[in-house]
């Protein structure tokens, strides 16, 4: 080395001096040019590429190395298998570890966190096995930055569990005073742990590891004794750390625990760390405090893609659908990356709204970059195209997906029940049997669905005596809704009460609203009346139920009960809900209150309905004047009826859009016996199909006829 210039001495004798890759380039050129390389300078330059991760110019140095000097020295087989798996080149890097073992080269523990690494990212036991046998063989099984890599490779394969063996063979090869600690073999529950308890010094690397193992795999109390512990160690928690507790409280739904984890945050510099500020994002908005999750983002000084999708799904996971979509408008405005997560997270929030416009934008850019084959975003499109109405498209996605999951299956079946195909549903129910898939909790909510929208009851009662008996899934609140439903769509008004009665847990008063619903549509004014004192006795505070009963005793034409009800109601401050339907054209969505007069276009809209009304009377069309509530003349019935929401919405759509358009219409309550009928009669008058989705289902009106089939 002495033949070299004083500055390339000086050069190769501390070559971190080099900061990037055309220092390091020059550095080597000048080697060649005073023809001063040798193997051992090779080597130098050789360990510079790997640290600034030149790949290509690692590999080729190093096979250059190897040809002009077989016995290529440690160094540069460290270096190349460090820039391999840096590269992510895993089988690449465990391919030259095997040659240099061959070329009796010894290992130690500056190479093993590289080999670990890639035999992790490969998932193969046997080789990490094998590896770490070779760690313990060597003597660097005490090295902190192997000890980490080792943690992180149990953790990896199987969480704090360890192994699939229930005895990892490698351990018995450690020296007598380890396998004294670790008894024959390492238990497969505790592994991540035993490689810590064995490191002599320790890390936050190594603490977080075992900590987050824990967390992500539910071990809660031990996640944060480890925490604890740490702190004893005079070793700070980081942002890392962090980040791993805070879920602990969001699955605990502790929202004081995480505030004072916030509270660290804030006093000790972590609040723009944007790792630590999603995941207080996370925590508020499962703890259901999105006011305090949006608080989080508003503050941060700078957001990343992560902390958007988090603020995104923090709103739509609480039924804030609209401010979701606010915020991922927003997000695009900042030309923020759009990632996986932000389509699985916004198109649900397009599903509740019945967004289709928007659903279908989403559909253009998913399939535009690539993420169509993204299950858990195929499983929102079905979703969403099936809460939509456009069940169609949502088979033809379905059909169109390599693989199915629960949430695809699920949301298929439900969509098919809400639009008025039971035998659908229910087909798909057993296809999806067939192919392997257990139906679970959800699935059988879907088909219980499906039968009582089509009046199917053995076919219902099958599946929920087959929900214990065959898959040993007991009933909960939703099924036994559904079968209430059933039973009392179908006019089995005792048998529904029965079921209810002999119920394992105690029923709610939503349930008995169910069948309270019933009586209305039946007219069973005497079994509504024992309905509604079981529901006052478990849910004095039922005002829906009351609104209920006071509308039976009107449609009875029992005037003073229902006045005397009515009084009970506005003695507990309750405001009954308008009925309000939505209609979007042109991308823009208005809104109708029954009986408001306020719309500007109110005008064409009432000569509209007026026209429609005169030739559906020819048609043979009667308003059913029992549906209006109210102690008024006929004409006032007449009249009020004309004003449902709904059928404001239908005018201005007519009038709004070309001849043959469909209409769709969303409604907040259920729709009524003489709207159901009139609407029938308009899709035929003006030759297009109504599409109206009421709180329960959608019904598509075509030609006369609705896709309820008249039963609903």
Same mark, same amino acid.
């Given at each position: 080395?002495?033949?070299?210039?004083?500055?390339?001495?000086? !050069?190769?004798?501390?070559?971190?001096?080099?900061?990037?890759?055309?220092?390091?380039?020059?550095?080597?050129?000048?080697?060649?040019?005073?023809?001063?390389?040798?193997?051992?300078?090779?080597?130098?330059?050789?360990?510079?590429?790997?640290?600034?991760?030149?790949?290509?110019?690692?590999?080729? !140095?190093?096979?250059?190395?190897?040809?002009?000097? #077989?016995?290529?020295?440690?160094?540069?087989?460290?270096?190349?298998?460090?820039?391999?798996?840096?590269?992510?080149?895993?089988?690449?890097?465990?391919?030259?570890?095997?040659?240099?073992?061959?070329?009796?080269?010894?290992?130690?523990?500056? +190479?093993?966190?590289? =080999?670990?690494?890639?035999?992790?990212?490969?998932?193969?036991?046997?080789?990490?096995?094998?590896?770490?046998?070779?760690?313990?063989?060597?003597?660097?099984?005490?090295?902190?930055?192997?000890?980490?890599?080792?943690?992180?490779?149990?953790?990896?394969?199987?969480?704090? %569990?360890? /192994?699939?063996?229930?005895?990892?063979?490698?351990?018995?090869?450690?020296?007598?005073?380890?396998?004294?600690?670790?008894?024959?073999?390492?238990?497969?529950?505790?592994?991540?742990?035993?490689?810590?308890?064995?490191?002599?010094?320790?890390?936050?690397?190594? @603490?977080?590891?075992?900590?987050?193992?824990?967390?992500?795999?539910?071990?809660?109390?031990?996640?944060?004794?480890?925490?604890?512990?740490?702190?004893?160690?005079?070793?700070?928690?980081?942002?890392?750390?962090?980040?791993?507790?805070?879920?602990?409280?969001?699955?605990?739904?502790? =929202?004081?625990?995480?505030?004072?984890?916030?509270?660290?945050?804030?006093?000790?510099?972590?609040?723009?760390?944007?790792?630590?500020?999603?995941?207080? $994002?996370?925590?508020?908005a499962k703890c259901s405090r999105v006011e305090d999750s949006i608080h989080v983002f508003r503050l941060m000084p700078h957001r990343d893609s992560i902390? @958007?999708?988090?603020?995104?799904?923090? &709103?739509?996971?609480?039924?804030?659908?609209?401010?979701?979509?606010?915020?991922?408008?927003?997000?695009?405005?900042?030309?923020?990356?759009?990632?996986?997560?932000?389509?699985?997270?916004? $198109? *649900?929030?397009?599903?509740?709204?019945?967004?289709?416009?928007?659903?279908?934008?989403?559909?253009?850019?998913?399939?535009?970059?690539?993420?169509?084959?993204?299950? /858990?975003?195929?499983?929102?499109?079905?979703?969403?195209?099936?809460? &939509?109405?456009?069940?169609?498209?949502?088979?033809?996605?379905?059909?169109?997906?390599?693989?199915?999951?629960? +949430?695809?299956?699920?949301?298929?079946?439900?969509?098919?029940?809400?639009?008025?195909?039971?035998?659908?549903?229910?087909?798909?129910?057993?296809?999806?049997?067939?192919?392997?898939?257990? *139906?679970?909790? =959800?699935?059988?909510?879907?088909?219980?669905?499906?039968?009582?929208?089509?009046? !199917?009851?053995?076919? %219902?009662?099958?599946? /929920?005596?087959?929900?214990?008996?065959?898959?040993?899934?007991?009933?909960?609140?939703?099924?036994?809704?559904?079968?209430?439903?059933?039973?009392?769509?179908?006019?089995?008004?005792?048998?529904?009460?029965?079921?209810?009665?002999?119920?394992? /847990?105690?029923?709610?008063?939503?349930?008995?609203?169910?069948?309270?619903?019933?009586?209305? +549509?039946?007219?069973?004014?005497?079994?509504?009346?024992?309905?509604?004192?079981?529901?006052?006795?478990?849910?004095?505070?039922?005002?829906?139920?009351?609104?209920?009963?006071?509308?039976?005793?009107?449609?009875?034409?029992?005037?003073?009960? %229902?006045?005397?009800?009515?009084?009970?109601?506005?003695?507990?401050?309750?405001?009954?809900?308008?009925? &309000?339907?939505?209609?979007?054209?042109?991308?823009?969505?208005?809104?109708?209150?029954?009986?408001?007069?306020?719309?500007?276009?109110?005008?064409?809209?009432?000569?509209?309905?007026?026209? !429609?009304?005169?030739?559906?009377?020819?048609?043979?069309?009667?308003?059913?004047?029992?549906?209006?509530?109210?102690?008024?003349?006929?004409?006032?019935?007449?009249?009020?009826?004309?004003?449902?929401?709904?059928?404001?919405?239908?005018?201005?759509?007519?009038?709004?859009? #070309?001849?043959?358009?469909?209409?769709?219409?969303?409604?907040?309550?259920?729709?009524?016996?003489?709207?159901?009928?009139?609407?029938?009669?308009?899709?035929?008058?003006?030759?297009?199909?109504?599409? +109206?989705?009421?709180?329960?289902?959608?019904?598509?009106?075509?030609?006369?006829?609705?896709?309820?089939?008249?039963? @609903?």
């Open positions: 080395m002495s033949s070299l210039p004083r500055r390339l001495n000086a !050069l190769l004798r501390s070559p971190t001096a080099v900061r990037n890759g055309s220092g390091a380039k020059q550095l080597h050129g000048q080697l060649v040019k005073h023809k001063g390389v040798l193997s051992v300078h090779t080597a130098t330059i050789l360990s510079l590429y790997a640290s600034l991760n030149l790949l290509n110019d690692s590999v080729l !140095l190093f096979e250059v190395l190897r040809r002009s000097y #077989p016995s290529a020295t440690a160094l540069a087989w460290k270096s190349v298998i460090r820039c391999c798996a840096s590269a992510g080149l895993s089988e690449v890097a465990i391919g030259y570890f095997s040659q240099m073992l061959a070329s009796g080269k010894r290992p130690d523990q500056k +190479v093993f966190p590289s =080999v670990l690494k890639s035999c992790t990212l490969l998932r193969d036991e046997k080789l990490c096995e094998a590896i770490h046998g070779c760690v313990v063989k060597v003597g660097s099984e005490e090295d902190l930055y192997t000890g980490n890599a080792l943690m992180n490779m149990y953790a990896k394969f199987h969480g704090m %569990a360890g /192994f699939e063996n229930d005895e990892i063979e490698v351990f018995d090869e450690m020296h007598e005073s380890n396998r004294t600690y670790f008894g024959r073999g390492c238990s497969r529950k505790d592994s991540v742990r035993k490689v810590f308890d064995l490191m002599p010094t320790r890390d936050v690397v190594s @603490w977080n590891t075992v900590i987050a193992g824990n967390a992500q795999n539910g071990l809660y109390e031990e996640a944060m004794m480890m925490v604890r512990k740490m702190a004893e160690t005079n070793l700070p928690p980081d942002s890392y750390t962090l980040s791993s507790i805070l879920p602990i409280f969001a699955e605990y739904v502790d =929202v004081n625990k995480g505030k004072e984890i916030h509270g660290y945050t804030i006093r000790h510099g972590f609040q723009s760390d944007v790792f630590i500020a999603s995941s207080l $994002i996370d925590m508020y902390s @958007w999708n988090s603020t995104i799904a923090a &709103c739509v996971q609480n039924a804030m659908f609209d401010e979701g979509l606010k915020y991922f408008r927003f997000m695009i405005k900042h030309r923020m990356k759009l990632m996986p997560v932000t389509f699985s997270s916004i $198109i *649900p929030a397009c599903a509740h709204l019945t967004a289709l416009q928007l659903g279908k934008q989403l559909h253009g850019y998913i399939t535009r970059a690539g993420f169509i084959n993204n299950i /858990f975003i195929a499983s929102s499109l079905v979703d969403m195209y099936a809460k &939509c109405g456009k069940v169609e498209m949502a088979r033809h996605l379905l059909n169109g997906m390599g693989q199915h999951d629960m +949430v695809s299956w699920t949301a298929m079946i439900m969509g098919y029940a809400l639009n008025g195909h039971a035998l659908e549903a229910i087909s798909l129910f057993k296809k999806m049997e067939m192919d392997g898939v257990r *139906p679970n909790y =959800v699935s059988f909510i879907a088909v219980l669905t499906a039968c009582s929208h089509a009046g !199917l009851v053995t076919e %219902a009662q099958e599946y /929920f005596d087959g929900m214990s008996k065959d898959y040993g899934i007991s009933p909960g609140l939703e099924h036994y809704a559904a079968m209430a439903d059933l039973l009392g769509r179908a006019g089995k008004l005792q048998e529904a009460y029965e079921l209810i009665s002999r119920m394992e /847990f105690e029923p709610p008063g939503s349930l008995w609203s169910t069948l309270l619903a019933a009586c209305r +549509v039946h007219r069973n004014v005497e079994l509504a009346e024992n309905v509604i004192d079981r529901i006052t006795r478990v849910d004095p505070d039922n005002i829906g139920a009351l609104v209920i009963m006071s509308n039976i005793y009107s449609a009875a034409k029992r005037y003073e009960d %229902a006045a005397r009800v009515r009084i009970m109601i506005k003695q507990k401050g309750f405001r009954k809900t308008p009925a &309000c339907s939505w209609i979007e054209v042109k991308n823009k969505v208005h809104a109708f209150i029954a009986g408001d007069e306020s719309h500007p276009f109110y005008g064409k809209i009432k000569e509209v309905l007026q026209a !429609l009304l005169d030739q559906m009377e020819r048609e043979g069309y009667a308003p059913d004047l029992s549906e209006v509530l109210h102690d008024m003349g006929d004409d006032e019935k007449r009249q009020s009826l004309q004003n449902h929401s709904e059928r404001l919405a239908i005018a201005f759509g007519i009038i709004s859009t #070309p001849p043959g358009t469909a209409i769709r219409i969303i409604k907040n309550i259920r729709m009524c016996l003489d709207c159901h009928k009139a609407i029938k009669i308009m899709s035929k008058i003006v030759g297009r199909e109504i599409t +109206v989705r009421d709180n329960s289902r959608f019904h598509h009106f075509k030609d006369g006829e609705c896709s309820c089939g008249d039963y @609903w």
